[in-house]
């Protein structure tokens, strides 16, 4: 099994920046592609942004292209996302997810339900 533990959430300002990190955890080994999910009140878990394996290839969600950026660092199982000029719509709770399958080691899913292994979630608001 794979654990994922996310950390950095909190209160931003409108075009601030934040930074989280997600530490995996167990069988590290298998992960082949991590991405980061939100969620705001009232709607539907959504993709920001995933990176594969060897961080040759990443996805963004169109809100937050030219503003956020994953990255990962495989010497210590963790996984970031730096994000940007902040904006109020960004306030949601933040997901860090992992997906074992060899699809991914070459394509990057933006569907929740391919990934596998899930954190429990760190809040992130930005404030106006």
């Known amino acids: 099994q794979v654990q994922l533990v996310e950390s950095g959430g909190g209160l931003g300002q409108a075009g601030g920046s934040l930074r989280l990190s997600c530490a995996a955890s167990?069988?590290?080994?298998?992960?082949?592609?991590m991405a980061w999910f939100r969620q705001a009140p009232g709607k539907e878990r959504e993709i920001v942004a995933a990176?594969?394996?060897?961080?040759?290839?990443?996805y963004y969600a169109d809100s937050v292209k030219g503003r956020f950026t994953i990255s990962r660092d495989n010497a210590e199982n963790t996984v970031y996302l730096q994000m940007n000029s902040l904006k109020p719509e960004d306030t949601a709770v933040y997901y860090c997810?992992?997906?074992?399958?060899?699809?991914?080691?070459?394509?990057?899913?933006?569907?929740?339900?391919?990934?596998?292994?899930w954190g429990q979630g760190t809040q992130v608001t930005v404030s106006s």
């Open positions: 167990g069988r590290t080994h298998i992960i082949n592609a």
């Open positions: 990176v594969n394996r060897s961080g040759t290839r990443r």
């Open positions: 997810a992992a997906d074992s399958s060899l699809r991914a080691v070459a394509v990057l899913s933006p569907r929740s339900a391919e990934y596998e292994y």
